[in-house]
């Protein structure tokens, strides 16, 4: 006998009763985005592999051991399963020219794919809704996105998630700043783990937001790259505290936060919740003014930021706020011969005139029908017996009060049926 087949270590099948929060998380941040002017784009799940090699750096976490990527012999093309959404949206901009006609605000949201070790919080095929502006230089619209965020986890009803930001200043700066902080770190390489002694020489930056404490002791002595910072930086992240402030947006500066990812300049900034354990960030972003050059664009300046689904809905689920989804408006039964085709296309046009109909299938006895009406949640049965036929009625009953059950025409079946639904609804 042959083993059953499972789903794929890490990717979760979503089932109903939690898809129903997925769907409530998704309306929510959908209507958020609209009121903050943001326009959806789709990208395709698979991309050239050198994308992401050259958007998102090749001495990072991602690129390093993180992508599902293969060779297609038939056409001869290395290709990867998007492992973040920023370096496809950027593409598409200069593929389409998006920004001939000025800035643009746009969202994307799906899957992505990061061979990682599967864990609560971390799964190899996770979900995210990623927010992009591009075009746009002043720190107002790095501030426009934290404030957003702020307001979507009060949209979510999600206390308790604390907003940490810092500024990684230009490449010029950064690459100013890393040749002390490597001599810092070579001078202390006796107490660097061999994560941080890898990483010194390729990504030495990565090494300031290492977990080990001993290399944290480490590089709490490193020189800070806040004192690398030129005017313009410096203007920018003013420009942006000053609007946080404005808004009463509450937030730390960790100056060890670097991000991931290369393309990251000036602002950057994660929103962490202490209710998920290891896996406490929610979202995060920042400022990407190189990345358009970094793909052979025209420069644009661009900041976005993106959200990890699963640790949201985590949250949400936690916060124990059911869902409301909508009950069916009847079940529909029929016992009797002849019966059946009456209800089915009764059903159908009960749909066609908005109703929510749930139509018994598998057969089984008048009561059996019942408990399964019951059980649906429906506002009503509507019940299809031989009498019924004859008459060219439907029979209604109300699910959820204790009153008699009657007739309703066919012939008037929307206007009968609108009236029966109020009545049990009140
Ligand atoms: P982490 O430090 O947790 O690995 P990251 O910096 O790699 O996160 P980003 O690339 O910034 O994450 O992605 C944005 C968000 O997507 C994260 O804040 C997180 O909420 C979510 N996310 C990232 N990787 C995963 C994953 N493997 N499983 C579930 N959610 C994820
Ligand atoms: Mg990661």
Partial sequence: MSANIQAVRGMNDI???EAAWWRHFEATVEAWLERYGYRNIRMPLVEHTQLFRRAIGEVTDIVEKEMYSWRDELNGEDLTLRPEGTASCVRAAIEHNLLYDGP?????AGAMYRHERPQKGRYRQ???????????????????HIVMCAALWRDL?????????????????????RADLVRHLEANVDRLDADARRRMHTNPLRVLDSK???????????PALTGYLGQESKAHFEGLRRLLAAAGVQYTINPRLVRGLDYYNRTVFEWISDALGAQGTVCGGGRYDGLFAQIGGKTAPATGFAMGNERLIALLRDG???PATRPPDAYLLSHGDG???????LAEVLRGAGYAIVQHAGGGSFKSQMKKADASGAWTAL????????????SVKFMRKAEPQYRIARAHVVAAFADALQKART
């Fill in 339 to 345: 019966t059946h085709e009456y209800a089915f296309t």
């Fill in 383 to 394: 019940i299809v017996g031989a009498d019924e036929v004859r008459d060219g009625d439907v």
């Fill in 157 to 177: 009803g999600l206390g308790g998630i604390r907003l940490e930001l810092n500024t990684i200043g230009s490449a010029e700066e950064r690459a100013r700043y």
């Fill in 212 to 222: 080990n404490p001993m290399v944290q002791d480490v590089v709490a002595g490193a």
């Fill in 104 to 108: 643009k605000r746009l969202w994307y």
């Fill in 126 to 144: 996770f979900h995210q809704y990623g927010v992009e502006a591009l075009g746009l230089e002043g720190p107002d619209i790095d501030a426009e």
């Fill in 320 to 322: 124990e706020r059911a």
């Fill in 15 to 17: 089932l109903p009763d």
